[in-house]
């Protein structure tokens, strides 16, 4: 994916003096939200933070370029960030902004190299919003510079950037038709990608940490609504199954529900034996 520039934080700090986890900690200090390059002779890749938290990251390796994304590319960068020869930069972006194109990073080849001098962009973004389509277009020169990227969400236009040769990205929904206009009349290629994926988000963090009681100031919230919830769901428990006259037939629902759910919200899973309630 071509991805932005924001607004230069660092620029071309050495690996071989930075402390990248320091420089990490004073990140999440700041409630920083942006983009980390890091660059090595033959590796490269982005880490996205939003808000402090690393959400999301891409990494490219070897001679070859493969391409990796996720947990496993952030700890491949952090690991490279301790060797001598590679550089850092940093660049600020909005936490909508970094959340877009980080959630944008699993996706798949939809159309590759199509040319304006025989696809119209403009029907192609009509038949994009029929299918209701999900993903983004990168938009390059005849010549294969980048011009920007178009994102989609459900078919509709959700987001936009241009990348001018010097200066940051420039950001802009409402400039989305002057582009397209731009782009099929200067003459442009472009490749279409369906997203397949979602952010590392950080609440799947918080979950985990409320899980192993780990997260501060929010435990003993924790422990006084647990006993209220449990009478809840014992009343409704008892309701449910008097009305009815089919003892346990609460408990089916509920595990029903939560079955349904615990894609979206694992801790929820009741098969998994980690919780209960009252008189079952």
Do not use: C, W
């Amino acid at each position: 994916m071509i991805f932005p520039r924001g607004e230069v934080l660092h620029r071309s700090l050495s690996t071989a003096f930075t402390d990248f986890p320091a420089l990490l900690s004073t990140l999440k200090t700041g409630d920083f939200s942006g983009i980390i390059e890091i660059e090595f002779p033959e590796n490269k890749g982005v880490i996205f933070v939003d808000s402090g938290e690393i959400i999301n990251g891409e990494a490219r390796i070897g001679a070859d370029s493969k391409r990796i994304i996720g947990q496993e590319a952030i700890q491949t960068l952090m690991t490279l960030s301790n060797q001598k020869d590679g550089v850092i930069n940093i660049y600020r972006l909005s936490p909508e902004r970094v959340a877009i194109v980080a959630s944008n990073l699993q996706h798949e080849v939809l159309f590759e190299g199509l040319s304006t001098d025989f696809t119209r962009l403009d029907r192609l973004l009509l038949k994009l919003r029929e299918d209701k389509h999900n993903g983004f277009i990168e938009v390059l020169t005849k010549e294969h510079q980048a011009m920007g990227v178009l994102f989609l969400e459900g078919g509709e236009p959700v987001e936009m950037f241009t990348t001018p040769e010097s200066g940051p990205s420039v950001f802009g929904r409402k400039s989305i038709p002057i582009f397209v206009e731009n782009a099929i009349k200067q003459g442009a290629i472009f490749d279409v990608y369906r997203s397949q994926g979602k952010i590392l988000k950080k609440e799947i963090k918080e979950v985990k940490e409320v899980k192993e009681k780990k997260v501060p100031g929010r435990s003993g919230e924790l422990k006084e609504l647990i006993p209220i919830l449990q009478e809840i769901l014992s009343k409704a428990g008892k309701l449910v199954d008097g009305a009815s006259r089919k003892k346990g037939l609460f408990n089916k629902i509920f595990k029903e529900s939560l079955v349904e759910r615990s894609e979206e919200f694992t801790f929820l899973d009741p098969f998994a034996g980690e919780f209960d309630y009252r008189e079952g």
